[in-house]
């Protein structure tokens, strides 16, 4: 197995080394730079590129296709996927800038409306409606997955979100003073650096970064990318592949291309639409969506507005019965209406479902302009979920010993620390666990917290081994190499086994996903490419993972079925975990039960029952994804048809004409259709589990974050500060899930495992 050292330290550190580590053998292949075949002739010194991959505002100009390897049709994009390429179609809309006096009576104004703002937030503390959401609801669970790592971390990203409020705030008094059109907001036509206004202190210092690179990437994502050494930080805005479509320009959800009607109520899309149904999908394991869900949490977290004290907003009456009265509700509120006759919410006579709007950021560019999300953890493949996105959070996850994470010790056997914060799970009774990590939504689902703990025991285990080797290294070092190592080896499963079983080989190709090979270097990077994660990716594409879950977690014993545990028994109540067996009988369960099909089908133990704890009803994920699209922006599923190249829809019965009636009993038109229904309801593409649309979306991300990380493990030395040796990458590329599982399960259960964790035994590939 695996055991490398690093090869560019400090004199002295070198020094020590020397003996340790020598690097005879270097089999020094550089890997070519992938070159696209354009076989269409994109002229003008254009690239040949995917659809998706070429920025908005230049796609928009560009109407000369391409066809790109494997012989899908592409664009010839004149900045390729260079998101820096600053060019805007200025001839039809001209450049707006703000003059002194306009400044001034938008600064007033912003004034204003803060102070009704905060003295509305008070009124609304104080009064005696259900303003508040209480522990116990399964809505109080939801926000849970919005937690706060501490007291610190809320009063941080508090901050930061409020002044990304003024600034959105500003824009609207900006907007209505100068006649603005949404299309000039949504093309960023307003260029104007605020920050040496006085509405400057709401812009974001940019990180100070030293002149020679730092050999390890930081926790928080800074300094990444030398030009833009914010991109990709934790507590930074989403980026976009198309402009937002809100109502207002700004941050007013979208409404109905007809009229401008409301568009139809989520729940009512998730129960007309998506219906429990067992549709396995044998080729592939349950691992498939288990470590998919990991992985987002890896990369992407918003965070929902909380009262300015932490306390949680409620946007219902307290027996749910309908929405509180607009004139007692939060400005974040969103409540998701009910309709009388909902089949399953009637019965509990439940009208309203609580949902609060995601916070902002403040924007890079820190303009006016729409309102941007935050993602509250780093955007990159950094392992944050493990060692958290603040250096704080780090420091308590450390035991600061031998390199190595704290755990907690249950009978010999080593679990993720226990969490004293009384809000992370349901109970926190005696004999009951509950868990933290780099990531505040660890307990969600048990079998989350059991990838959380492979991880965990993977970077003591190379702590561990590494301490062995180099005796003289003290903790520092220990951590910091083994961080380095077991980040590797997860953007290894990212893209070796994850991506291939997800997208297909062909897709792996036309976006240059793969890994080089052997003793390779990659010299792919490009510190024109935004990693950071796409709205489009979080608020929708990459939450098709919710059609995979099956709400039945079989638990084998030794020969037979031992138990089916129901998931929202195990949601925010992981004490299993405790249980001697139950680590692999949960390993076990996930490497060979296979995966629910993504489709429309879709467990009630996420659309009725999720975070029920006691109760008899829970919250539904269908509604809330679709509700979340609407909170962020997002444009509707036509328009990504046609980003992605495909012809957009005219009709309903273009969906079939079963769903297609379904659809047009529910929106007014066809280009209403929200991004996550009209997504999962596509035909699978070629070679792919998903649909075209979310199959190049979620490409498209992992492209940015290959290409987009100047830190990824297998860039090259004069890239990469913290390179690995030719000898290290080979064996670095050897890792695979199955090895992660082996060697850091119990092995009471566990004694065998396919070579490719995600496809099921037997299945090839
Ligand atoms: C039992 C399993 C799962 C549960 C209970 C669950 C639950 C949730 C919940 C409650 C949210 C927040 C919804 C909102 O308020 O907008 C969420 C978000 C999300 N989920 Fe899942 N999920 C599960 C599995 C998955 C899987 C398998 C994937 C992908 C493969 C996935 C991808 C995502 C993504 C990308 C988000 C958005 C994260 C963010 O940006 O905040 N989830 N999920």
């Known amino acids: 197995h695996v055991v490398v050292e690093q090869n560019e330290m400090s004199p002295t550190q070198h020094d020590i080394i020397r003996d340790v580590f020598i690097p005879e053998n270097q089999h020094f292949t550089p890997a070519p730079k992938h070159m696209r075949p354009a076989l269409g002739r994109c002229t003008d010194g254009a690239e040949c590129v995917n659809f998706v991959s070429c920025p908005a505002h230049v796609r928009m100009a560009s109407k000369q296709f391409c066809e790109i390897l494997g012989g899908s049709k592409g664009i010839c994009c004149k900045s390729g996927q260079n998101h820096t390429d600053p060019s805007k179609d200025q001839s ?7 003059d002194i006096g306009a400044l001034r009576a938008v600064c007033r104004k912003v004034r204003q409306e803060l102070m009704e703002l905060r003295s ?6 104080l009064s005696r409606e259900s303003t508040i959401l209480h522990p116990g609801s399964a809505s109080y669970s939801h926000y849970r997955n919005s937690r706060r790592f501490n ?7 508090s901050h930061m979100a409020s002044r990304a409020m003024e600034i959105a705030i500003a824009t609207r008094a900006f907007k209505e003073r100068e006649g603005i059109s949404n299309t000039q907001l949504e093309l960023g036509m307003i260029d104007e650096d605020l920050s ?3 509405l400057g202190h709401n812009c974001v210092q940019m990180p100070l970064c030293p002149i020679s690179a730092e050999k390890y990437r930081r926790i928080d994502g800074s300094c990444n990318n030398r030009l833009y050494p914010n991109w990709g930080i934790a507590l930074s805005p989403y980026s976009r592949l198309l ?10 959800p979208r409404t109905s291309k007809i009229n401008s009607e409301v568009l139809p109520s989520p729940r009512l899309i998730s129960t007309t639409i998506f219906y429990e149904k067992d549709v396995p999908n044998n080729d592939y394991t349950l691992l498939l969506m288990q470590f998919g869900q990991l992985l987002s949490h890896e990369i992407t977290q918003s965070l929902d507005f909380t009262f300015d004290n932490g306390s949680a907003i409620s946007c219902c009456l307290q027996d749910g019965t309908d929405a509180l009265p607009i004139q ?12 009388g006759n909902d089949q399953f919410f009637g019965v509990f006579n439940q009208r309203c479902m609580n949902f ?3 916070i902002l950021s403040p924007r890079h560019d ?4 729409y309102a941007q999300q935050m993602n509250k953890v780093t955007h990159f493949i950094d392992g944050s979920s493990i060692y958290g996105s603040t250096p704080e959070q780090t420091g308590e996850l450390r035991s600061f010993d031998g390199g190595r994470l704290k755990v907690f010790y249950d009978f010999g056997r080593e679990l993720l620390p226990l969490t004293k914060d009384a809000d992370a799970c349901l109970t926190m009774e005696r004999g009951s666990a509950c868990f933290t990590s780099g990531d505040t939504r660890t307990n969600q689902m048990i079998t989350l917290v059991v990838m959380h703990t492979i991880f965990l025991r993977e970077h003591n285990r190379v702590a561990g081994i590494l301490q062995h080797l180099n005796p003289h290294w003290n903790d520092e070092r220990l951590f910091w190499e083994a961080r380095q190592i077991v980040v590797a080896k997860m953007q290894v499963v990212v893209y070796k086994e994850f991506l291939p079983t997800l997208l297909g080989d062909l897709t792996m190709e036309e976006f240059d996903l793969h890994l080089a090979k052997n003793y390779e270097y990659s010299f792919e990077y490009d510190e024109r490419v935004e990693p950071s994660v796409i709205n489009e990716f979080a608020a929708a594409a990459y939450r098709f993972g919710h059609s995979m879950v099956n709400g039945l977690l079989k638990i084998y014993g030794p020969t037979k079925t031992e138990e089916m545990i129901f998931i929202p028994e195990i949601m925010f109540y992981p004490s299993r975990m405790r249980m001697r067996t139950f680590l692999d009988e949960a390993l076990t369960t996930l490497t060979t039960e296979p995966i629910q099909d993504v489709d429309e089908s879709l467990t009630e133990a996420l659309t009725n029952y999720m975070f029920r704890g006691g109760n008899p009803y829970g919250v539904d994920l269908a509604a809330f994804n679709i509700q979340r699209g609407r909170d962020h922006g997002l444009r509707a599923y036509n328009d990504y048809r046609e980003l992605v190249g495909m012809s957009r829809y005219t009709s309903f019965e273009h969906f079939g004409p079963n769903i297609g009636n379904k659809l047009s009993s529910l929106y007014k038109t066809v280009d209403d259709v929200d991004l996550w229904v009209g997504g999962l309801l596509e035909e699978k593409a070629a070679g792919s589990i998903l649909g075209q649309t979310f199959k190049n979306i979620i490409a498209e991300q992992f492209s940015r974050l290959k290409k987009g990380d100047r830190y990824f493990f297998e860039n090259a030395p004069n890239i990469n500060p913290g390179y690995f040796s030719p000898d290290q990458l080979f064996e670095l590329r050897k890792a695979s899930m199955s090895r992660l599982i082996c060697d850091n399960s119990d092995g009471i259960l566990l004694a065998r495992q396919a070579s490719n964790a995600f496809r099921k035994p037997g299945v090839p590939g």
């Not at 509305?120 to 503390?125: G, H, M």
């Not at 937002?244 to 007013?252: E, K, L, S």
């Not at 509700?329 to 309709?339: D, F, L």
């Open 151 to 157: 007291t610190d971390e809320m009063a941080q990203v």
């Open 196 to 198: 040496q206004t006085p």
């Open 92 to 98: 039809q809309h001209p450049i707006l800038r703000l």
């Open 243 to 252: 402009p937002p479509d809100y109502q207002d320009g700004i941050w007013t």
């Open 120 to 125: 509305r937030e008070i009124q609304l503390l």
């Open 366 to 369: 820190c303009s006016f302009g």
């Open 356 to 358: 609060v709007r995601s």
């Open 328 to 339: 007692h509700r939060h400005y974040a509120c969103m409540p998701i209406e009910i309709p």
